[in-house]
């Protein structure tokens, strides 16, 4: 077995292994933060699939995750009040649904930005998906109906078939579960012709013309996954939090996003697992420290990005994969 | 006819390269495309694949222009280019590089794995740490999954070691035998003149000769190739 796959099963294996843990000590915080790690992961994993094997730095991420997040919040709120939407549709507590209609939506959305931007490349392509998550950023602010600014709040947690959702550990499995399936995907796009078609368009635009592919359709179709994967994280993370506001739609949000990426290793099928569990753990453990634990961040990503470009896998699974 | 290329003149910016470079090819026949170095051999297949868009000229391609297409349609339409250099897809494998390449067609995996037994034993090995040898085994093996009515064969053997040399000649040969239609342009004529059905000599970006190898005489050889 290669290296990098003992360290991929091992980190899954912990990243399981803690909330049970933590359960059994009575510290439901932990199983918080594992939840969190798992709904972050998802998320970048979702981007990973953009950036780390199409090389699209996408700057505007936070557009689908945020809206992922709005999904779960306004079919929650109208679900909770009774008062119906459009079409007369009076919303939905069921995950599932919450998770289908934020799978569309974003899918939608990530084919209009696509579009748009994909004819693009660089630093415009950047600047282009950012102007696009900045306007959906602002379009929530002013749009009082769900919050405004102020943000929407989930009264209660939406429902998983079978599943008590409000317990945290059963939670923390739901997110995992659905972690599990958004990088067996990811693994299963890495391997597939389509995975190699991406990965190839992304080292030479030119040379792969030059064997029948067209760049743009490929790219496109790894974008919409993309987006569609991070607005399932999204989701969650409404549930999590119960609560959904601007904030997750902000240019920080998708920073962050990327941020992980990075930490954990790009391209790395388990780097975002790696990097948002590093994140988070920092966060926690930095932020009761001081206010200002992303100084400290900053510095590791700056070592990482000097010395170690394969991330935590990279360190630890040894040769990088994609340069 | 296969590919019918008439009077193309293709820039480099404003700098002219093809002058009005012209020729034919039928379906199964071998072409060896000729000229000393600078003379418009590399330009005249970028200007094929439409790599190198021509200012002037039409070129058809079983019966299609292909001036109007991008270069992937003009890929699909059945033209499978192996570029100068060996270019491959560093950071893949050798089986990424064959997989994202394939369409459907009597090219599979397996066949190209027959033609070139190395590729098989490097399956999983990235393509930037192959042989100079292999990697051309590879450029061209990329091209065959393709499943290409016409082979564009630029330089194909430059600078590799003779036993290599070697190896990629006979799968030419193979691919001649299998009915393949193949454009080739190469420096060694002891090896590229046997196997051509006809020569195209290009000098100074137009085509001054066209015969069949036997017709190609030394001084012919000596007047355009500087032999």
């Known amino acids: 077995m290669k290296r990098e796959t003992i360290i991929n099963l091992v980190l899954a294996a912990l990243l399981l292994a803690v909330p049970f843990i933590a359960q059994a000590m009575g510290q439901t915080f932990t199983i918080t933060l594992a939840t969190r790690i798992a709904i972050l992961a998802l998320a970048a994993t979702g981007l990973n699939i953009a950036l780390g094997l199409g090389g699209l730095v996408s700057f505007g991420h936070a557009a689908f995750f945020g809206v992922g997040g709005y999904v779960a919040g306004i079919l929650s709120a109208h679900a909770f009040s009774g008062e119906p939407m459009v079409l007369g549709f009076e ?126 359709p490929i790219r496109l179709t790894a974008f919409v996954i993309s987006a569609m994967l991070t607005a399932v994280a999204g989701a969650l993370f409404a549930d999590l939090n119960r609560f959904v506001s601007p904030s997750m739609l902000s240019w920080h949000m998708s920073g962050e996003l990327i941020v992980l990426i990075i930490l954990g290793g790009t391209g790395r099928l388990m780097g975002p697992v790696a990097g948002a569990a590093l994140y988070v753990i920092l966060e926690y453990l930095l932020g009761g420290l001081t206010e200002r634990w992303q100084f400290f961040l900053g510095l590791i990503l700056l070592g990482t990005v000097l010395f170690a470009r394969g991330g935590v896998i990279g360190l630890l699974a040894g040769k990088v994969r994609h340069g | 006819m296969l590919l019918d290329v008439q009077d193309i003149t293709t820039f480099y910016g404003g700098s002219q390269a093809l002058f009005g470079v012209e020729f034919r090819m039928a379906e199964g026949e071998v072409v060896a495309l000729m000229g000393r170095n600078g003379m418009g051999k590399s ?140 454009l080739v342009v190469d420096k060694t004529l002891s090896e590229l003149l046997p196997v051509a059905d006809r020569c195209v000599v290009l000098e100074n970006g137009r085509t001054v000769w066209a015969g069949t190898p036997d017709t190609l005489s030394a001084e012919l050889q000596d007047r355009y190739l500087g032999i």
């Open chain 1, 91 to 216: 919303g939905t507590r069921q995950m599932l649904i919450v998770w289908l209609v934020a799978i569309t939506a974003a899918g939608l959305l990530g084919l209009l930005i696509g579009v748009i931007s994909l004819r693009t490349s660089g630093v415009y392509f950047i600047m282009i998906t950012l102007a696009f998550a900045q306007m959906v950023y602002y379009f929530a602010i002013s749009w009082p109906a769900y919050g405004g600014e102020d943000g929407l709040s989930i009264a209660v947690r939406n429902q998983f078939p079978g599943v008590n959702s409000m317990r945290p550990l059963n939670f923390f499995l739901i997110c995992y579960g659905v972690l599990i399936v958004g990088l067996v995907l990811s693994a299963l796009i890495k391997a597939s012709r389509f995975g190699a078609a991406l990965q190839a368009v992304r080292q030479n635009e030119v040379r792969v013309a030059s064997i029948g592919i067209s760049p743009m």
């Open chain 2, 43 to 182: 330009t005249t297949i970028k200007s094929i694949c439409n790599l190198m868009p021509p200012r002037s000229g039409r070129i058809f391609f079983d019966g299609k222009e292909t001036l109007r297409q991008p270069p992937h349609k003009v890929a699909r339409l059945g033209v499978g280019l192996v570029p100068e250099g060996r270019r491959c897809f560093p950071n893949l494998s050798v089986y990424e590089n064959l997989v994202a390449a394939a369409r459907p067609g009597r090219w599979t995996l397996e066949r190209v794995n027959d033609l070139f037994p190395r590729l098989a034993e490097r399956r999983d090995q990235m393509a930037r740490s192959l042989s100079g040898g292999e990697q051309q085994m590879l450029a061209v093996g990329r091209a065959l999954m393709t499943n290409p009515r016409l082979l564009i064969l630029d330089e194909a053997t430059e600078g590799l070691a003779p036993v290599i040399r070697q190896d990629i000649w006979r799968a030419i040969r193979t691919l001649k035998d299998d009915g393949l239609s193949i």
